[in-house]
């Protein structure tokens, strides 16, 4: 059964200190899966993927990735795991095309100067290729680092916020990307704060104090916590704000100008009130589904209030 | 299932083609590696000294009297000789002197009592390694006042009737390796080592410690680069900036201190080499040791401190405390020392310079392997 998991973790657990950062991750992510990890800023999510590819060690637990113990056969799965750091981590002080060609000869690739080639030429720094790294922008820097990560077709890809500070049109490319190489049954860990980019993952998994919350298909996320949400909308909202948060029934709100979503789990008591509040402030209410980030929303507060 | 142990050139390679990139684009170091050599040459090369005691030396006796035993009781109550070994012949004495046993040899004539007795001015000679002219020339100068402090105090019985007059023997001296007692020639090659022990410590001490604090030490650790291959790797750099400062030194010493050069070229770079690649081992060790930057330089300093005291660059190595010259023997520079003048002024030959040259590469191996254990695989 275990045979078409790429990752399989139990009960990772790690400790910076007295604090207790990741707590009881279990993971499993099947081969040619794209699996997207949230969770808020400190949550764990850097850590726990540091423990799947051997960069760190778990207090306790245990696990495999591409069927290597990550405890005991670190050194294989770094020779078939593509890793890409959260932090820029390659060498200002070398070229682009130098940094691609260390990554090569370090994985003992063959056809080097024409896969570095080709590489350049997909992420158009062609022209560019004799350029210092340090020189690049952000964005840039992390496309660099997304091809280098990639280069020596691993079978597993673990990408931290890969695509923080990268530009739309790029996104769209890089996953377009990603699901190409899924179909091809590579599989995918990535981190992300994007919800467009956690709705594009086959599965999403959301951790908040070291802990996972809930994981599954979007959908299957979304169903597993009862949420219901109505959508007000009008020119009143932010006067209406205080008065509609307070109402009975109401577990959170989250303002887009001129609409805001409002989440519960008594679905008709939830009704009731928004309709009173509608008609004193003159506003519209309807029934809306209930998105991965009203439910994310919704998983943190519930952590926060533990 | 594949096992996956072996150390790979590949991978090796690509590191040190890596670090000879960064080294070329780091022009701060650049400057240092030329810059560095000169400067400390000249400094130290004009300004230090030593007043060295208890050197070991060794005497050639063909007579046994109360009047030798007089002069050696004296020799020894000036403070600066210590007798260890009595030697058949001048060859046993030169050849001590040539391996560096003994800073002096003692050498008492047959029958010189009896010359003595008869008035016929007889001669002890001193023979002395004045490779460092400073260490040797107050113990000369000791031993030159021998005679007449001889005979106006301590003579008694038989010989008594010699006490009071003028002088009744002589001292004569022979310095050897370096005639004219040029302090540059000792220092200079000494010198040598302790630029090399520096910058070579220095510059490697850094090189794990830079990783970790700009963050690529996470990107190295998730390739499946082995310890070994880093650490070794990351030196070859070094090593050929070795060879270009003991270049630049052996050019300022030849040409500016003008000193002799009697051994073989190729001799001395062999040991450079081997005391390059020891300096090195050091560095990357305590790169590994290290927290950070902060913490590799403090290491690198409490490094240094030892090899300048103790190592018989600044105080000749027979004339130092017992627990110090123990120390002093852990050090590469001490042997690094040895072998630097021995090729310099003595022209000492290979097999001469084995028993200072093996302890160099073991040294480096044991420092190697502790390197390669201290090397934090993760980033715990
Ligand atoms: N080396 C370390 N030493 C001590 N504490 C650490 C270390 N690395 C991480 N932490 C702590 O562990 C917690 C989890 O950090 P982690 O980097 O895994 O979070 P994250 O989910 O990746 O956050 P972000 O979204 O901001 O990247 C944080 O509280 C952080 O301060
Ligand atoms: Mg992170």
């Not at chain 2, 050599?37 to 208890?54: E, H, M, S």
């Not at chain 2, 460092?132 to 006042?145: G, I, N, Y």
């Not at chain 2, 090729?343 to 028993?355: A, H, N």
Request: hydrophobic share 45%; aromatic share 10%.
């Amino acid at each position: 059964m275990s045979d078409d998991l790429a990752i399989n973790v139990i009960n990772l657990n790690k400790f910076f200190g007295p604090k207790h950062v990741v707590k009881d991750v279990s993971l499993q992510v099947k081969k040619g899966e794209i699996y997207g990890f949230l969770g808020p800023n400190g949550s764990g999510k850097t850590t726990t993927i540091r423990m799947m590819c051997g960069l760190l060690t778990p207090d306790s637990g245990s696990g495999t990735c591409l069927g290597y113990d990550i405890l005991k056969e670190s050194a294989e799965i770094k020779r078939h795991v593509g890793y890409m750091t959260q932090k820029f981590s390659y060498w200002d002080d070398l070229t682009i095309r130098e940094n691609l060609d260390f990554v090569a000869r370090m994985y003992s690739m063959l056809g080097r100067s024409q896969i570095i080639n080709e590489t350049l030429e997909t992420l158009g720094l062609s022209d560019r290729a004799n350029q210092l790294t340090g020189s690049l922008s952000g964005g840039w820097k992390q496309r660099l680092a997304l091809a280098a990560s990639m280069l020596h077709k691993p079978d597993l890809l673990l990408l931290d916020e890969p695509t923080a500070g990268v530009d739309p049109s790029a996104r769209r490319d890089f996953w377009e990307e990603l699901h190409r190489l899924a179909a091809k049954g590579i599989s995918v860990l990535v981190s992300t704060h994007y919800m467009d980019e956690a709705e594009r993952c086959h599965k999403v998994a959301y951790i908040a104090y070291g802990k996972l919350l809930a994981q599954g298909a979007a959908d299957e996320v979304i169903a597993s916590q009862g949420l219901s949400t109505f959508i007000l909308k009008g020119t009143n909202l932010s006067k209406a704000m205080e008065r509609i948060e307070s109402a009975p029934g109401v577990q959170q709100t989250v303002l887009f100008g001129t609409m805001m979503h409002v989440s519960g789990l008594d679905k008709d008591l939830l009704r009731q009130s928004l309709q009173a509040a509608a008609s004193e402030y003159g506003l519209e209410v309807e029934e809306a589904d209930t998105g991965l980030e009203d439910i994310f929303i919704h998983l943190m507060k519930q952590a926060d209030s533990n | 299932m594949k096992r996956f142990t072996g150390f790979s050139f590949s991978r090796w390679w690509s590191i040190v083609i890596k670090e000879f990139l960064q080294l070329k684009r780091d022009r701060i170091t650049f400057a240092m590696i030329v810059a560095i050599p000169v400067l400390q040459l000249v400094l130290f090369g004009y300004v230090i000294n030593t007043d060295p005691k208890n050197m070991p030396t060794a005497i050639i006796s063909n007579d046994s009297s109360v009047m030798t035993r007089t002069i050696i009781s004296a020799m020894e109550q000036s403070g600066y000789f210590k007798f260890v070994a009595n030697l058949p012949n001048e060859e046993a004495g030169k050849a001590a002197l040539s391996r560096g046993k003994v800073l002096f040899v003692v050498n008492i004539p047959t029958n010189f009592t009896k010359r003595v007795i008869r008035g016929e001015y007889p001669s002890i000679l001193v023979e002395a390694d004045a490779t460092d002219p400073t260490a040797t020339a107050m113990a000369l100068a000791a031993v030159m006042q021998l005679p007449s402090s001889v005979v106006t105090r301590d003579l008694t019985g038989s010989l008594a009737f010699l006490a009071g007059k003028s002088a009744p023997f002589e001292v004569r001296v022979h310095r050897l390796y370096n005639p004219e007692a040029i302090n540059q020639y000792n220092i200079v090659p000494g010198l040598m080592g302790v630029i090399l022990t520096m910058m070579m410590v220095l510059m490697t001490g850094l090189a794990i410690t830079r990783e970790r604090e700009r963050g690529t030490m996470e990107n190295l650790l998730a390739m499946p680069v082995r310890p070994l291959e880093i650490m070794t790797g990351k030196i070859v750099p070094y090593i050929a900036i070795g060879l270009i400062q003991a270049t630049i030194i052996l050019l300022v010493a030849l040409l500016l201190f003008r000193l002799p050069f009697f051994g073989n070229i190729l001799l001395l770079y062999f040991v450079v080499l081997l005391f390059v690649a020891a300096n090195l081992t050091v560095g990357i060790m305590l790169s590994s040791i290290a927290g950070n930057q902060l913490q590799a330089m403090q290491l690198t300093m409490f490094y240094f401190l030892p090899n300048i005291l103790i190592s018989g660059f600044m105080f000749p190595f027979l004339g130092m405390p017992k627990w110090a010259q123990y120390i002093g023997s852990i050090l590469p520079l001490t042997y690094f020392n040895r072998l630097v003048r021995g090729i310099f002024l003595k022209g000492s030959s290979f097999s001469d310079l084995w028993p200072n040259i093996w302890p160099m590469m073991v040294f480096t191996a044991i420092v190697m392997t502790i390197a390669v254990k201290f090397y934090k695989k993760t980033l715990d």
